[in-house]
């Protein structure tokens, strides 16, 4: 069964460090997106990716971060200088059209 | 603004019982889709079963299903038979306009133990 695919699953990295999260959606999907959550806490929404471009980005979402898809089938976020807040499961997730989203296993980053 | 409410932090059951886990939402979109997804403690996000707002039926699948009461704007998720593999996180979420990317908004979570 396709899966959409994490790595690293985690990641430890030193404040102001830039950090890459890498994610292989499934091949045939269209959307794709990236969420947060934080230890306890809810999933909260990043950003939306569709047709090479951001789709929508919440606040969380600020200059820090980027996000490409570089060659196809990697899609990528990108976090310039990490703070000790940015400490979180990052869950890259894609869907076909108007379908359910599939998440991948997710990272969990650490800031320290 | 959408927003998804889920009041029960914790719940318990007892193996093979059925529960309800509650998920209220408010949203001005005429047009949204619901979601139940389930987080066991290696952390993945499963998807469980999906509700269109224009949806006739109440979802079904298998031991799962969601009690969409569209008036009241809730949309609480029935699991039967409970097994101790049920024992997770369950987040209700929602996706509103199409237009807006389909993000999905999520609630706050409940947290179900199963015991045997």
């Known amino acids: 069964e396709p899966e959409v695919t994490q790595t690293p699953s985690h990641q430890v990295t030193q404040m102001g460090q830039e950090v890459i999260l890498r994610c292989v959606p499934i091949?045939?999907?269209?959307?794709f997106y990236w969420y947060r959550q934080i230890l306890g806490q809810k999933v909260e929404f990043l950003v939306s990716f569709y047709n090479n471009e951001i789709s929508e980005k919440s606040e969380i979402f600020d200059d820090q971060f980027s996000v490409e898809r570089p060659d196809g089938s990697n899609f990528t976020l990108k976090i310039r200088s990490t703070k000790l807040e940015d400490s979180a499961m990052y869950f890259c997730?894609?869907?076909?059209?108007?379908?359910?989203?599939?998440f991948g296993q997710g990272t969990r980053l650490t800031v320290v | 603004a959408q927003k998804i409410t889920q009041t029960q932090p914790g719940m318990f059951v007892q193996e093979k019982e059925a529960v309800t886990l509650d998920c209220t939402y408010d949203?001005?979109?005429?047009?949204?889709?619901l979601f139940w997804y389930k987080q066991p403690s290696s952390g993945e996000m499963i998807f469980l079963i999906y509700q269109g707002s224009y949806d006739q039926q109440n979802a079904t699948e298998g031991r799962y299903s969601l009690n969409f009461q569209k008036a009241r704007k809730s949309a609480n998720l029935v699991i039967s038979a409970s097994q101790l593999g049920d024992s997770a996180m369950y987040f209700c979420?929602?996706?509103?306009?199409?237009?807006?990317?389909?993000?999905?908004?999520f609630g706050q979570g409940t947290e179900l133990s199963v015991k045997p």
């Open positions: 997730a894609s869907k076909l059209t108007n379908t359910e989203a599939f």
């Open positions: 091949s045939n999907h269209l959307y």
């Open positions: 979420a929602m996706r509103g306009s199409y237009n807006q990317g389909g993000k999905l908004i």
């Open positions: 949203t001005s979109d005429p047009s949204y889709g």
